[in-house]
């Protein structure tokens, strides 16, 4: 197999692995333009959420920012939106109420 062949394979097998690291935005480092890209979070939600930071887990950042609850945090997560480096329902971050 070529070289340019096998990098071709390599590229395509690691693209959606890629993707994920590059769409994964952390709320507690994120400037307010990466925040307003996740898809649901508008401007006064990314408010709130600047307001709030840092956060030290999910279930911190449910508790103190009003408008999102544990189904809208999924749906975030589900977009690339992680509290410190974590998606939501992690292990050790939590899923609260």
Same mark, same amino acid.
């Given at each position: 197999m070529s070289g340019l062949r096998r990098? @071709?394979?390599?590229? #395509?097998? #690691?693209a959606p692995a890629l993707a994920r690291a590059q769409a994964e935005t952390d709320v507690n480092t994120a400037?307010?333009?990466q925040l307003e890209s996740v898809p649901g979070l508008g401007p006064?939600? *990314?408010?709130?959420?600047?307001? +709030?930071?840092?956060?030290?887990d999910w279930a911190d950042l449910l508790k103190r920012v009003p408008g999102i609850k544990a189904a809208t945090a999924r749906k975030l997560s589900a977009s690339g939106l992680r *509290?410190? @480096?974590r998606p939501f329902g992690?292990?050790? +971050? @939590?899923?609260a109420g």
């Open positions: 990098r @071709g394979l390599l590229l #395509w097998a #690691w400037s307010r333009a006064a939600l *990314v408010q709130r959420l600047l307001a +709030g930071r840092p956060f030290s *509290v410190a @480096g992690s292990t050790t +971050g @939590g899923e």
